[in-house]
């Protein structure tokens, strides 16, 4: 049993990470210790997404799988064709859209109604969140997004008559800039204390210096003004599975990140859990107000893009994934200024 091969190696398991919100029902050891592994993970039966026992999964509403589908992608919104994966030319809100959604959904109850609310969207190519507040969900603030790539002047144009203003910002001050950029400050616009609300979704992920980045949204943000942070999910299920397989890499494949090259696209160099979160947010000044855990399902909306939708789940994936909410592969965690 893998719970009493755990006692024995290591005696009675104690880590900040078992009191985080997403473990409060136990860790995998606590919860599925009893079961020889290869029987739980034995379990093939593929549950519907459309399942009532995967409504945690909070699946798009069909109104946002409309938009998405009738959205013309715009000019910063295109992504690689895959034959593996697509049926026909994606962009980026077709391939992100259960992510696109969640983010959002933790966004909504921040976002003030009036024209004086100022958001700040950080690291926010290609746009699609900030184009969904405007268009989708009818946000009225001021929008400003910023940038570390460059930005076409067509693409400018764009985003201002939706209300979007752009700036240029070096995220990682340590960091040489894309070099077609070499003086970009790392600093923002912004002076201290004047922005509502700051979001960073998975952006943190690319960085080799995040603290520095915190500490300029924490500059930034009002008294009372709230910060959101999304990544991929540190303890996601997914690592553990590789882990078991002896797959070829845990997380990412070495060439897709910085280990090998380097370029303006660095890839993840590092993945977070929720206390990485708590030591760094807190350390900059900022309170962790709530901790959310989702599992994107990738693939599994706007059917007709896709060579193999999602359509399910196996039901050993839904028994852990439902029971232990921090082995989901999104973590977004929201701040506040005290």
């Known amino acids: 049993m893998i719970k009493q091969w755990i006692k024995k190696m290591w005696g009675r398991i104690d880590s900040p990470s078992r009191y ?34 995967l409504d945690w999964l909070n699946c798009p509403s069909p109104d946002f799988v409309r938009y998405i589908d009738d959205h013309q992608a715009l000019p910063f919104e295109g992504i690689p064709y895959d034959e593996r994966y697509y049926l026909k030319t994606p962009n980026y809100m077709v391939s992100q859209t259960h992510r696109l959604w969640l983010t959002m959904e933790a966004l909504k109850p921040y976002l003030k109604e009036g024209t004086n609310h100022q958001f700040l969207d950080v690291g926010a190519h290609p746009y699609s969140l900030d184009v969904l507040m405007r268009e989708f969900y009818g946000y009225q603030g001021k929008i400003k997004a910023t940038a570390n790539l460059p930005v076409e002047e067509s693409w400018r144009e764009i985003l201002s008559k939706l209300g979007i203003d752009v700036e240029y910002v070096n995220l990682d001050k340590y960091v ?3 070099l077609r950029l070499p003086d970009i400050p790392s600093q923002f616009e912004e002076s201290d204390n004047s922005v509502d609300m700051v979001l960073m979704a998975h952006v943190i992920e690319h960085l080799y210096h995040p603290f520095e980045i915190i500490k300029e949204i ?8 709230v910060a ?5 999910n540190a303890y996601r299920w997914e690592g553990f599975s590789g882990f078991l397989e002896l797959h070829p890499f845990v997380y990412d494949a070495v060439h897709e990140t910085s280990a090998m090259t380097f370029s303006f696209w660095r890839g993840h160099n590092r993945f977070f859990t ?15 107000e709530k901790v959310i855990y989702q599992e994107i ?42």
């Open 176 to 178: 040489l800039p894309d």
């Open 274 to 288: 929720e206390w990485d979160f708590r030591i760094m947010l807190e350390k900059a000044g900022l309170k962790v």
């Open 20 to 53: 985080a919100e997403g473990s409060s029902q136990g860790t995998f050891v606590e919860v599925f210790g009893d079961i020889p592994l290869k029987k739980l993970l034995s379990q093939k039966e593929e549950i519907s997404l459309n399942d009532s026992s």
């Open 297 to 338: 399902i990738f693939n599994g909306f706007n059917q007709e893009m896709f060579r193999h939708p999602t359509i399910s789940i196996p039901r050993w994936k839904r028994d852990i994934l439902s029971r232990i909410p921090a082995h989901r592969n999104e973590i977004i965690v929201i701040a506040r200024k005290d």
């Open 218 to 225: 924490t500059r930034v943000l009002k008294k009372d003004g």
């Open 228 to 232: 959101i942070f999304s990544t991929d």
